[in-house]
């Protein structure tokens, strides 16, 4: 009996602290995204297409917008991913995000939906933030255009300050059935939706762990 309670309490302690089990969810991913976002990449100029990612439901609810932080994978758009893994905790494809606490930051001063200015800024600085002196050499294609003064701005004013990663959910887009992995994204549901997402997956694990214990 006691290991029971210590078992049921650890779940509890989980919702309580507003953590979750990765879970799989469906992903589905809206036409639109933003291109062109020149950067050079290892010195090699690429023109790249990528967030808000709209208009994109996770679990049939609706996403506010969605960013890319993988830059070494591709995700074909419009697309299904039923197979996607879902966490709180700044990974991708079961690895840490480089500098999510700074993604985190940068999320919660600029996301927000479209493919403008300042989406293609934002979707800039998060690649630069997350993989530039990490393994490869990302920078501003061309530093002195609208898009590049935007991002510098952003990155400017990021400067040392770091977000929380808890706020935000962290999707490894699969398909059921396949090895691939698919561009790892970062997003977010409407206000209050991500506690309730959150909480809706511990109490799942919680139930499972009840019917485990009373077989």
Not at 143 to 163: D, Q
Not at 199 to 215: E, K, M, N, Y
Request: glycine share 10%.
């Amino acid at each position: 009996m006691r290991t029971r309670l210590v078992l049921i309490s650890a779940v509890v302690l989980a919702i309580g602290l507003g953590l979750s089990p990765a879970r799989a969810e469906v992903l589905d991913l809206g036409p639109n995204y933003s291109y062109p976002i020149p950067l050079f990449v290892d010195d090699t100029l690429r023109n790249l297409g990528g967030g808000s990612i709209d208009s994109s439901t996770l679990g049939g609810k609706p996403l506010l917008w969605v960013y890319c932080v993988d830059l070494f994978r591709s995700i074909w758009v419009p697309g299904a991913y039923d197979d996607t893994v879902v966490t709180s905790d700044g990974e991708v494809h079961g690895e840490p995000v480089n500098k999510a606490e700074k993604v985190a930051w940068l999320l919660t001063h600029y996301a927000a939906a479209g493919q403008g200015l300042e989406a293609k800024a934002l979707q800039a600085a998060i690649w630069i933030t997350v993989w530039h002196n990490f393994g490869h050499t990302v920078s501003l294609a061309d530093p002195t255009s609208a898009l590049g003064v935007r991002a510098t701005e952003m990155l400017t004013e990021l400067g040392s300050n770091k977000g929380n990663v808890a706020n935000f959910l962290w999707l490894s887009p699969k398909k059921a059935g396949s090895a691939l992995e698919y561009q790892g994204l970062v997003t977010r549901v409407p206000d209050g939706g991500v506690t309730l997402m959150l909480l809706g997956g511990a109490l799942v694990a919680l139930a499972t762990l009840r019917r485990r214990l009373r077989a």
